[in-house]
Structure formats: C-alpha cells, structure tokens
C-alpha cells in the first residue's frame, strides 16, 4: 500500500514579509547613486531643501544616502520587515541619530513637522492601485509640504510591463532556502504581479503577492491636473524630455504654490 501524501500548507503573508532580507540583493542591479543624483539636479535651483521625507523607503538605501548629502531624513514604509532592514543599515552606517524610520501608510501619511522633500521612488505610484488613491496620496503630500516644497515620484508605464515582466521566472538559492519568482502582467486590467514562493519546509509554503498598476501619460497627467499642486513636469527618466509614448517610466515632479 502506498504512504500517502503529506499534506501541502499554502500560506499567504503580506508582501516583503519574507523577501525584506534579500531585497537589497534583489536590487543590486540598481545605481541608487545616480538616482540621489537625478533628484539633486531636480531641485538644485532651491537652495533652501534641508528636510526629506521618503515615503515607500523599504530598506532605507535612498534614505542614508539622502543623510550623507548633508539633509535631515524621515522614512516610512508599510511593510515592518522593510523598516527592520533599513533600522539595521542605518545603524551600521553611524546614522541611527540622523534618521527617523516609521512603520506607516502612504495613503494617510501623519507627520507632524513639515517637509521640505518628499520622495516616493521605485514604482512608488504603481503601489497605489487607481488614480483616486493617487489623487488622496497627492492631497496629503500636499498637506505635510512646506510651501514651494516638492513631491518627486516614479511611475512604471504600461509599455515597461508589456516589455519587460511578462511571464518572467527566476529561482534563487541560498543557505536559509530562497524562493521562486513568477512576474506577469495583465493588458487588460494594467496590473503586474510578482508572486514570490518561500518553502518553508517540505510541507509549508508561503506566499507573496506583489501587485502594481501600470499608468500611461494621460492617466499621470490627469492625476497632476486633479492634484492641489500648482506646477508639475513629467519626465522620461532616461534622458529628463518630456516624458511621450515611448518612455518606459516617468519622474514626476510637483512643486507646491
Ligand atoms: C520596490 S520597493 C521600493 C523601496 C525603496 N523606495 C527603494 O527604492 O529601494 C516598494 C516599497 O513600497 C512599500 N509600500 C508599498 N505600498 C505601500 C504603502 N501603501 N505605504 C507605504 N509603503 C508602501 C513596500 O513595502 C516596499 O518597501
């Protein structure tokens, strides 16, 4: 007679849970140097920037090199875990005095000091799942910047999905067991996911579900109109035109009145 099968356990966990320790690795890809840079140059004709916000911070890469360049940094972010790598970065890098990282949602921000910065960086917009909690993340922004303060946001585009995170598959190993990484996207609806899969043991699995809303430039440059902000630019983030129908992803830059 044959054993029969153990049972499978399928959890799902809220995302960046498990993969918050091999995020940074995930992303080694990345020049975060350069992109501290872009946002420099952005607001190099206002002197007066001291204080920065990074909303969606995760493990805190932008954050410390924000307070190297010499600005006071606040870091929020949703998922616990992100905030626990990023408490561990700054701290080893001497910086634990000069920032201040808080468990929190970007869409209902509560700070009670102004900024004069906030960022939201790498597909920040995309976490917002349509254009009215956009609209709402926009408004609170708003609230909680200085005047003439400034919001400096990335936005993923449907052509970037279409081109690169369809049906893509990659499996990563290490000593404390890996996951398997499955990114698809959806025309119709715009939404791209990234399920990460943990195998916690031969009879547990756990799961992560990552999901983006792709916008194009009409949907970006309807939710800038919509906003309190008075001045805004979309740009490519390759070469800083005018953001068009071939750009894969947009910087968008509000300025308050
Ligand atoms: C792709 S990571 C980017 C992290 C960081 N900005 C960077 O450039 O490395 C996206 C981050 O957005 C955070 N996030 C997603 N939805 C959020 C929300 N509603 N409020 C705050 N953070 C959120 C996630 O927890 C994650 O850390």
Redesign the pocket.
């Known amino acids: 007679m044959r054993a029969k099968e153990p049972e499978i356990i399928r959890t799902i966990i809220p995302?960046?849970k498990r993969l918050a320790p091999y995020y940074d690795q995930l992303?080694d890809y990345i020049d975060y140097d350069i992109w501290v840079e872009d946002i420099l140059n952005f607001i190099r004709e206002d002197g007066s920037v001291k204080t920065l916000l990074d909303?969606?911070?995760?493990?805190g890469?932008?954050a410390i090199r924000f307070a190297r360049a010499g600005m006071q940094v606040s870091g929020?972010?949703?998922?616990p875990e992100?905030i626990g790598e990023a408490r561990k970065k700054v701290h080893q890098a001497g910086l634990a005095d000069g920032i201040e990282l808080t468990v929190?949602?970007?869409?209902d921000i509560q700070y009670s000091k102004p900024f004069d910065l906030m960022i939201n960086?790498?597909?920040g917009l995309n976490?917002l799942p349509d254009a009215g909690v956009v609209n709402t993340f926009f408004q609170h922004a708003h609230d909680l910047l200085r005047p003439e303060g400034w919001l400096i946001a990335d936005v993923v585009t449907p052509l970037l999905c279409e081109n690169h995170f369809k049906g893509y598959r990659e499996i990563f190993s290490d000593e404390s067991g890996g996951y398997e990484r499955v990114t698809d996207y959806d025309s119709g609806t715009r939404i791209a996911s990234t399920i990460f899969t943990f195998e916690i043991s031969p009879t547990e699995i756990q799961v992560e579900e990552h999901l983006q809303r792709a916008y194009d430039l009409e949907e970006v440059k309807a939710m800038c109109k919509a906003s309190p902000f008075k001045k805004y630019q979309i740009l490519d983030d390759e070469d800083f035109r005018p953001a068009d129908g071939s750009s894969e992803r947009f910087y968008v830059i509000l300025r308050k009145a």
């Open positions: 995302p960046y992303m909303v969606s911070c995760g493990t890469s932008m929020v972010d949703i998922s992100m929190g949602d970007m869409r960086l790498h597909d976490y």
